[in-house]
């Protein structure tokens, strides 16, 4: 899975349910984002800085929360939880592994922690580390300065390698349960169910046998798989292409459709390049030209017709 931390990608088999994101592995809420759903999830739950989250987090991994986020209901976890600076929990924190918070935590209904409490001092971690070097230069200790300084660059960027699974929600997006923003591409896996009337501000992929319960509003291109149901209007600046056996229950708007002769459209079509008709045959002689212009995969069918 191609990731460009500014697409919103929702993985294979995700559910939305009134208030809840289900879903599997890891997920990650980038900073100033906006969350009217709750998460629950079998990998970890990363949370940004001054990130909003309407309903409730459940892992059954670790959770960590950056500065001056909100948590509006529960937090419950099977590893440790990490809170940053002035986070807010505005329900019951609960977790089964060690707890790490920083300064001018709120937990409103309380926690329950099984292992190690640790509660950070604030000061910044930049001038902690500079204070810490000073102490070792007059020491004379260079050697110790030497590896340190070896980590810090290893280390750079507080980089956190995530699962092959995972959801991700990039910067200053809106997730709500009537209308979603995102500011670049939409991602939708194979076989998800998802909530909400989407505004994308790039392209739109919608992955085979997924339902989108509303609208889909881009300013690039459309692609939805096979067996896909749209529950509402896709309107698009670009191209639409709509694959077999999908439905679609408004109206279809877009720069060229490219539509398959056994899918359904229960609205309008409007196209102002106009509407192509196509068959299974024509997206795979469309694939073949773009690998043979990219030069990809070309050598494994000439080996394959030489058998």
């Given amino acids: 899975m191609v990731f460009d931390r500014r697409t ?5 088999k995700t559910k939305f349910e009134e208030r809840t994101i289900v879903t599997k592995g890891d997920v990650i809420i980038a900073d100033r984002c906006l969350m009217q759903f709750g998460i629950k999830t079998d990998g970890r739950i990363f949370v940004g800085e001054h990130v909003i989250i309407d309903g409730n987090l459940e892992s059954t991994k670790d959770i960590r929360i950056d500065i001056f986020s909100s948590i509006g209901g529960d937090v419950k976890s099977n590893g440790n939880v990490y809170l940053g600076e002035k986070v807010k929990v505005n329900g019951k924190l609960s977790l089964k592994g060690d707890l790490d918070v920083a300064d001018s935590v709120e937990i409103i209904k309380g926690f329950e922690a099984k292992g190690w409490i640790n509660i950070r001092s604030p000061i910044p971690m930049v001038i902690y580390i500079f204070i810490y070097l000073t102490q070792l230069l007059k020491l004379g200790h260079s050697e110790e300065i030497d590896r340190l300084l ?17 959801l991700f929600i990039p910067n200053n997006s809106i997730i709500g349960v009537q209308k979603s923003e995102v500011d670049y591409n939409l991602q939708v896996g194979k076989e998800s169910i998802v909530l909400g009337n989407y505004d994308i501000k790039g392209n739109v ?14 300013t690039g291109n459309v692609f939805c798989g096979k067996n896909t149901n749209i529950q509402g209007n896709i309107n698009s600046n670009g191209e639409i292409r709509v694959d077999e056996k999908t439905n679609i229950a408004g109206d279809v708007s877009g720069g060229k459709i490219y539509l398959s002769k056994i899918a359904s459209v229960n609205g309008t079509l409007y196209a102002k390049n106009g509407i192509s008709f196509v068959t299974p045959s024509t997206y795979e002689v469309e694939e073949k030209v773009k690998r043979f212009e990219s030069n990809v995969g070309i050598l494994d069918e000439v080996d394959s017709m030489l058998e």
């Avoid at 660059?153 to 699974?165: A, F, H, L, R």
């Fill in 8 to 12: 919103l990608v929702i993985p294979d």
């Fill in 150 to 166: 070896g980590e810090i660059e290893e280390n750079d960027g507080n980089i956190i390698p995530i699962s092959e699974i995972f």
């Fill in 205 to 218: 992929f919608i992955g085979d046998g997924s339902v989108i319960q509303g609208s889909l509003k881009s």
